[in-house]
């Protein structure tokens, strides 16, 4: 298993678990072992809870899409959740056109204004929209 585990690692920088939730803890423990960080795929988790943690929280990064059809809708977009500070200034940076330093790539990612403020009002109810399906998973 060591020697899987390491050549894991030299072939990746990162991986993306893509599934159900329950799955990813025996990887967590594989890729931590090989020093791989996870970034999350959580597309369409917003609000699942997983253990004691929430989806989009258990590695590096957890990527949330935002496309009309996903629960936390704002039309078009997605976001990136990291307690990463570097991790955080570099996504940002990239998001943002390279803040136009001329000394590193970026595209332009932000999300129209108007898109955001829908979404911070369709994200304060959330609980409320998730609430009656989770009710379901518990009986």
């Known amino acids: 298993?060591?020697?899987a585990a390491e050549l894991s690692r030299q072939m990746s920088q990162s991986r993306m678990p893509v599934g159900l939730p329950a799955?990813?803890?025996p990887a967590r423990q594989i890729l931590a072992q090989a020093r791989i960080p996870i970034v999350e795929d959580a597309a369409?988790?917003?609000g699942t809870r997983i253990g004691g943690g929430c989806a989009g929280t258990l590695g590096i990064a957890g990527c949330f899409s935002t496309h009309d059809r996903k629960l936390l809708s704002t039309g078009e977009g997605g976001f990136i959740l990291t307690s990463d500070d570097t991790l955080a200034e570099k996504?940002?940076?990239f998001a943002r056109l390279g803040y136009l330093t001329g000394r590193q790539h970026g595209v332009n990612y932000k999300l129209a204004a108007p898109l955001a403020a829908i979404g911070?009002?369709?994200l304060s109810r959330l609980d409320a929209q998730i609430a009656p399906p989770r009710s379901l998973c518990l009986l």
Do not use: C, I, K, S
């Open 120 to 122: 911070l009002r369709r």
């Open 23 to 25: 799955a990813v803890n």
């Open 1 to 3: 298993m060591a020697g």
């Open 91 to 93: 996504t940002g940076t």
């Open 44 to 46: 369409q988790a917003h």
